[in-house]
C-alpha cells in the first residue's frame, strides 16, 4: 500500500531540488522564491521519465499538467501574484503550464497526505496506526490511479538516486548537448562552428545579477503605474507594460511624461495604447542588433524551410529547441514581445493604422525586431515571424523529446556508465558483413562500366577522358 506514496513523494521531492527558485517580476510587482508553472511541468515530466517502472509511451506533458495541478491542490504549491486572488474558491483554481504563471512551495515539508508522526498516533494502537496510514496510502493511490501515473507500477518500485548528486555544470552541459543534438535530426546545418559557443551575448546594461530575470526601477514602475489611473488594465495594456520592463531607465521617463496626468478628466484606453505602441517600436527600431542573433542563420533557415514544407510539427520543437540555446534574458526578452505583438495583431483590438489591418502592420513593422539578416528575403523572414506569433504560447515549452533523452543521459551518468557509448541517436543503419561486400562488389561494377562507357564514346577529347578517369 506504500508503493503510490513513494513515488508521489518523490515526485514532490524532484520539484523541491530541480525547479528553478528565484525572485521574479511580473505585472510591475516583484515575487519572491517562486517558479513558473512550464518549468514544474518540465521536472515532473523529467523525473516521471527517469522512473524505472513507467512506461515513456504512456507519459505526455498533458499528464504533466494533470500531476501539477493534483500537487497545487493538495497545497504543495500554491499560485503568487494576482492569480492568487482571482478565486475565492480553490476548486475553481487552474494550474497553468506557462512561463508567466508563477507559483511557490507552500513549506519545506511533503504532502500533508503522507504519513506522519504526532502525539495522536502515540496513544493508538498498532493496528490504529496502520490502518490510518494504509488509509492515507490509499487516497494517494487513488490520486495517481485518477490521472494514470502508476497504472504500471510492478511490486517493488526503484527510485532513482536525485540529479543533485551531479554538478550544476554537468547538468547544463548534458542540456546544451542533447538540445543540440536533437535539432541537428531536424535540421541539416552545414557549419558547427558558429553554434558550438554561444552567439548571444548578455546585456549588463539592462541587468544585474544573472539570477535575477529583471532588475528594474520601481520608483519608475510606479510613476507608470500612477500614470495609467486604471482600476484595472486590459491583456493588452498588461502585454505593454511587461515589455516596458525591459526598456532602459529612459524610455520609462519618456513614458511617465507622455501619458496623460491624473485628472478628472477619463482618458480613452486608445490614448494610452498609442502612446505604449510607439514608445515599444521606437526603442526596437533604435536598436542595432535583433533579438535572434545573426550568427544562427542555419538554424533560422532550417526551420523556414520545415515552415514552406508544411511540416508545422517539426518546425515548432526546432523553435523550442533553438530557443532553449538561447540566453535567458534574451528568451524572456523575445517571449514577452511575441505575446504583445501577437494581442497587438488581433483584428478586434486597437486599431494600429486605418488603412491596414493589424495583423500586417505589426508583422511589417516587428519582423526585422526579431529576425534581421541580408541573407534572408524578407518574405522569409516575414514567414519565420509570422510562425513564432502563431505559436508563441508553446516556444517556450521544453519538447518531451528533450526530456525524455536528457533523462536518460543523466540516469547513466548517475550509474557511472560512459555517456558516449549510447547518445540516444540514430544517424545510420547497421549492415552485415556480405552486404557490405555486396555493395562493394557492386559498386566496382558500376564504376567499371562507368569508364568503359567514356572510353567508347567518340565525342569525348582523349585529354578529356583521362581527366575524368
Not at 495522536?120 to 494504509?134: A, G, H, R, V, Y
Request: hydrophobic fraction near 35%; include cysteine; proline fraction near 4%.
Amino acid at each position: 500500500p506504500f508503493q503510490a506514496t513513494q513515488l508521489w513523494n518523490s515526485i514532490i521531492h524532484a520539484l523541491h531540488s530541480q525547479v528553478e527558485i528565484k525572485r521574479r517580476r511580473q505585472h510591475l510587482k516583484t515575487y519572491k522564491n517562486c517558479f513558473t508553472g512550464s518549468n514544474a511541468v518540465d521536472v515532473v515530466l523529467s523525473h516521471l521519465m527517469q522512473s524505472m517502472y513507467l512506461s515513456c509511451n504512456d507519459i505526455s506533458r498533458l499528464k504533466g499538467v494533470r500531476v501539477c495541478q493534483a500537487l497545487m491542490d493538495h497545497k504543495v504549491f500554491e499560485p503568487v501574484g494576482a492569480k492568487l486572488y482571482l478565486f475565492k474558491n480553490e476548486k475553481e483554481t487552474e494550474f497553468e503550464d506557462t512561463n508567466t504563471s508563477l507559483y511557490k512551495f507552500v513549506n519545506s515539508s511533503l504532502t500533508p497526505l503522507l504519513p506522519r508522526k504526532n502525539k495522536d498516533n502515540e496513544s493508538l494502537s498498532p493496528e490504529q496506526i496502520c490502518k490510518q496510514k494504509t488509509k492515507r496510502c490509499s487516497q494517494v493511490e487513488d490520486l495517481l490511479q485518477s490521472i494514470n501515473v502508476h497504472a504500471s507500477l510492478p511490486p517493488k518500485i526503484m527510485v532513482n538516486e536525485p540529479t543533485h548528486l551531479l554538478s550544476k555544470r554537468v547538468i547544463e552541459d548534458v542540456w546544451k548537448q542533447q538540445t543540440l543534438l536533437r535539432l541537428l535530426q531536424l535540421i541539416d546545418v552545414p557549419l558547427l562552428e558558429d553554434i558550438l559557443v554561444s552567439s548571444v551575448k548578455t546585456k549588463p546594461d539592462c541587468f544585474g545579477k544573472e539570477e535575477d530575470l529583471i532588475i528594474s526601477n520601481t520608483f519608475l514602475d510606479r510613476e507608470v503605474t500612477c500614470s495609467l489611473n486604471l482600476p484595472e488594465l486590459d491583456k493588452w495594456l498588461y502585454a505593454a507594460v511587461e515589455c516596458l520592463e525591459y526598456f532602459p531607465d529612459q524610455f520609462i521617463v519618456m513614458v511617465s511624461q507622455q501619458l496623460p496626468q491624473s485628472t478628472n478628466k477619463p482618458t480613452s484606453l486608445n490614448t494610452y495604447k498609442k502612446i505604449l505602441f510607439d514608445i515599444i517600436i521606437k526603442y526596437y527600431s533604435q536598436k542595432k542588433d535583433s533579438l535572434l542573433a545573426t550568427q544562427d542563420l542555419d538554424f533560422h533557415l532550417g526551420i523556414i524551410e520545415l515552415i514552406e514544407k508544411g511540416k508545422t510539427d517539426q518546425a515548432l520543437e526546432a523553435s523550442q529547441l533553438y530557443l532553449k540555446l538561447l540566453a535567458p534574458n534574451i528568451r524572456e526578452e523575445l517571449h514577452r514581445l511575441l505575446t504583445f505583438i501577437t494581442i497587438a495583431s488581433e483584428s478586434e483590438g486597437y486599431k494600429l493604422q486605418k488603412q491596414f489591418d493589424n495583423r500586417s502592420v505589426i508583422i511589417k513593422t516587428c519582423t526585422k525586431f526579431i529576425l534581421q539578416n541580408k541573407t534572408l528575403s524578407k518574405p522569409q523572414a516575414e514567414l519565420l515571424t509570422q510562425f513564432l506569433m502563431d505559436n508563441h504560447s508553446e516556444l517556450f515549452k521544453t519538447p518531451l523529446t528533450l526530456l525524455e533523452l536528457t533523462s536518460r543521459r543523466l540516469e547513466s551518468l548517475l550509474e557511472g556508465q560512459d555517456p558516449d557509448v549510447d547518445s540516444g541517436f540514430t544517424f545510420c543503419q547497421r549492415v552485415t558483413t556480405k552486404e557490405y561486400d555486396d555493395q562493394k562488389q557492386q559498386t566496382n561494377q558500376y564504376l567499371l562500366a562507368l569508364v568503359q562507357e567514356m572510353d567508347s564514346d567518340s565525342t569525348i577529347p582523349l585529354k578529356q577522358k583521362k581527366k575524368l578517369v
